[in-house]
C-alpha cells in the first residue's frame, strides 16, 4: 500500500471523471443542499468507496486502463489490485462513519440508516458484478435478453448513481413520499448513465472517454448495443456477430468496425440514445413530488446533460 501511494497510483485513480464533473458528488451535493464542510467529507469518501469498487472491477474485466491512465491491475497485478480495492473500501466507510458523526441536527436513527445504506449498496455492487460475469460465459446463440442487462446495471451502475441521492435525502428533511420518488429518480439516472456509456463505448473519443476504443466489444461484454442487434439484425449480421464473438482468439481492429457498422445498421446506437432519453423523462417525472425548487431544478440539470451527444468528441478511428 506504502508503495501505490509514494508512486501516486492512488491519486491517478481517485481523479475527476473525463467528463469533467464527478457525478455522485453532483447529485449527494444538489440533494442535501447544505454549506456544511462536512458534507464534502462525505460526498469524498462516497467518491472512494466508488474507486474501490472500479478497482476491482477493472481486476474482474483484466482492463489495461481506467480514466485513460493504466489500470492498478495493469500496473501491480491482481492480488495486489484486489487487496488495494478492498483497502479503500474500508478506508471509505471509516471516514463515513467518522463524517457522519460530525453531522450536526441528523437523528442516530438517520445515520444508521445512513451506514446501513452504504453497505447495502456496495453489497448489491457486488451481486451486479456476479451477474455481468454470468452473462459473460454465455456465447453468442445461448439465451440472454434485455431484461437480464438491465437487471445486471441496475445492481451496479444504477445503484451507484442512486445511493448519493437517496442519502442526501435522508440526511434531509424530505418527507417519505419524497424520499421514495428521489429514490426511483436516482435509478432511473443511473440506467440511463450506464446506456450512456454503453454509447460512449463506441463513438466517443478515447481522449475524451479514457478508455479504449469500444473495450466492451474487445472484452466481449453483452451489452445493449449486441442485444439489440442480435435481436433485430439481419441472419447475416447475427451469423457474422456470433462468429466474431464465439471466435477464440482476440477480436482485430477491422473487426470491431464491422461490428459498430452492425450497430449502426440495425438502428442499435439510435435505440440505445432513445432510451437515455426515456429513463432521463421518467427521472425527471418523479422530481414533480419534491417540494424543494432548487433541489429539482439542480437535478434535472443533470439529468438533461446525459441526453447530450452531438457536442461530444467523437471517435475518429
Do not use: W
Not at 501516486?8 to 447544505?34: D, P, W
Not at 481486476?59 to 489500470?71: A, M, V
Not at 456476479?130 to 437487471?151: A, C, M, P, T, W
Not at 440506467?191 to 466489444?217: E, F, N
Request: proline share 1%; aromatic share 8%; hydrophobic share 40%.
Amino acid at each position: 500500500m506504502k508503495s501505490l501511494i509514494e508512486n501516486n497510483l492512488l491519486e491517478r485513480h481517485i481523479n475527476f471523471e473525463k467528463e469533467h464533473i464527478h457525478v455522485l458528488t453532483a447529485l449527494y451535493g444538489a440533494t442535501c443542499q447544505s454549506k456544511q464542510k462536512v458534507h464534502l467529507e462525505i460526498a469524498k469518501s462516497i467518491e472512494l468507496m466508488k474507486a474501490a469498487a472500479l478497482i476491482i472491477d477493472d481486476f474482474l474485466d483484466k482492463s489495461p486502463k481506467r480514466n485513460g491512465i493504466p489500470s492498478i491491475y495493469f500496473e501491480r497485478g491482481s492480488e495486489e489490485a484486489v487487496l488495494t480495492g478492498e483497502i479503500l473500501k474500508s478506508s471509505s466507510l471509516i471516514a463515513f462513519v467518522n463524517n457522519l458523526n460530525l453531522l450536526e441536527n441528523v437523528s442516530f436513527d438517520k445515520k444508521i440508516n445512513a451506514i446501513k445504506l452504504f453497505e447495502k449498496t456496495y453489497k448489491t455492487i457486488c451481486l451486479g458484478q456476479l451477474k455481468d460475469i454470468e452473462l459473460q460465459k454465455k456465447k453468442i446463440g445461448d439465451n440472454f435478453s434485455e431484461e437480464e442487462y438491465f437487471e445486471m446495471i441496475k445492481k451496479t451502475s444504477a445503484v451507484f448513481v442512486q445511493f448519493p441521492v437517496v442519502l442526501g435525502a435522508t440526511l434531509s428533511n424530505f418527507n417519505e413520499k419524497e424520499l421514495l420518488n428521489l429514490s426511483e429518480f436516482g435509478i432511473k439516472i443511473g440506467l440511463a448513465y450506464q446506456l450512456r456509456d454503453d454509447v460512449l463505448d463506441v463513438i466517443g473519443d478515447q481522449d475524451y472517454t479514457g478508455k479504449i476504443y469500444s473495450s466492451d466489444i474487445r472484452e466481449r461484454k453483452k451489452r445493449i448495443l449486441l442485444i439489440h442487434s442480435l435481436k433485430n439484425g439481419s441472419k447475416d449480421d447475427t451469423a457474422r456477430l456470433e462468429t466474431i464473438y464465439n471466435k477464440k482468439d482476440e477480436i482485430t481492429f477491422n473487426e470491431v468496425n464491422e461490428i459498430i457498422n452492425i450497430f449502426k445498421r440495425t438502428g442499435s446506437i439510435d435505440y440505445c440514445i432513445l432510451l437515455i432519453k426515456k429513463y432521463c423523462d421518467g427521472a425527471i417525472a418523479h422530481l414533480s413530488y419534491v417540494n424543494n425548487k432548487k433541489v429539482v431544478e439542480q437535478l434535472k440539470d443533470i439529468a438533461c446533460l446525459l441526453t447530450r451527444f452531438d457536442d461530444l468528441p467523437k471517435n475518429k478511428d
